[in-house]
């Protein structure tokens, strides 16, 4: 598997960035979305803690996959795909990306905005970007929920389109962004059986 993207593919580390992020959306999403209701005491303390965590881990494999993305490029559009099509997605990955970043920068200003310290995995100090204020605290906590919401339509949205490409427009946009011969495209399945009529072995 070569690391670098190509014209016709994502290279392996893409893919594992990618993937990776995508699983750590679901666990945070999980832990965000019950942690308010835990009883107080230290587990509820860990456990806001591990989300603040798994959180700034995003932001920072975000950083390192736009990075990677500016020096690796992407691959060409799978052919044949309408031109608007093609824009509709490319704005769907950069609003993606925006939210990659906001969420958890919005999540920074909620803690730091109520003075509580923050630290990565109780490794590293991190420290505050905000003032200690009572209305930005609020504020930034319903950005902080709204906008999670708005990634999960949008990345359903794109998980959908994924899937639309797969299986009824039977090209390699998600076959692509998995590791080759994960999953075969309806092409692949096509340019077969043309294959075997050529060479005289269809039934
Ligand atoms: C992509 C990253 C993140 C996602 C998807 C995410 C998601 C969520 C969700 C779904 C909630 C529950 C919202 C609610 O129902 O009120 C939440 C709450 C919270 N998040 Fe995050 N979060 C992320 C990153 C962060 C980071 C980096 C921090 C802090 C450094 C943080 C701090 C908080 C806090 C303090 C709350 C509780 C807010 C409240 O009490 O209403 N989050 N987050
Ligand atoms: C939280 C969930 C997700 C986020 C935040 C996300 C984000 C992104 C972003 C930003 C890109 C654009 C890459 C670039 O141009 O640099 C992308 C590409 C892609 N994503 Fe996701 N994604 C998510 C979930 C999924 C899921 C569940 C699937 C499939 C079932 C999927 C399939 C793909 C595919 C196939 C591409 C490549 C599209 C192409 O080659 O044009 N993603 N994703």
């Given at each position: 598997?070569?690391?670098?993207?190509?014209?016709?593919?994502?290279?392996?580390?893409?893919?594992?960035?990618?993937?990776?992020?995508?699983?750590?959306?679901?666990?945070?999403?999980?832990?965000?979305?019950?942690?308010g209701d835990l009883p107080n005491g230290p587990d509820k303390i860990r456990t806001y803690a591990l989300h603040k965590s798994i959180?700034?881990?995003?932001?920072?494999?975000?950083?390192?996959?736009?990075?990677?993305?500016?020096?690796?490029g992407t691959p060409k559009p799978a052919p044949g795909t309408p031109h608007l099509q093609e824009r509709l997605a490319s704005l769907m990955h950069w609003a993606l990306y925006a939210l990659l970043f906001a969420i958890p920068i919005s999540g920074w200003v909620v803690n730091s905005s109520a003075g509580f310290p923050l630290q990565w995995f109780g490794l590293v100090n991190l420290p505050a970007i905000v003032e200690r204020s009572r209305e930005l605290h609020e504020a930034a906590e319903e950005?902080?929920?709204?906008?999670?919401?708005?990634?999960?339509?949008?990345?359903?949205?794109?998980?959908?389109?994924?899937?639309?490409?797969?299986?009824?427009?039977?090209?390699?946009?998600?076959?692509?962004?998995?590791?080759?011969?994960?999953?075969?495209t309806g092409e692949a399945v096509l340019a077969d059986t043309?294959?075997?009529?050529?060479?005289?072995h269809a039934a």
């Open positions: 598997m070569t690391l670098k993207n190509t014209d016709d593919r994502w290279g392996g580390l893409s893919q594992l960035l990618h993937w990776t992020i995508v699983v750590l959306i679901l666990v945070i999403a999980y832990i965000g979305l019950t942690m959180g700034i881990t995003i932001l920072g494999l975000a950083v390192l996959r736009l990075l990677w993305r500016f020096y690796a950005a902080h929920e709204l906008m999670f919401w708005l990634l999960a339509l949008l990345a359903a949205a794109h998980a959908g389109a994924a899937f639309y490409h797969h299986i009824f427009q039977r090209d390699a946009t998600l076959a692509r962004m998995l590791p080759k011969g994960w999953l075969r043309s294959n075997d009529k050529d060479s005289g």
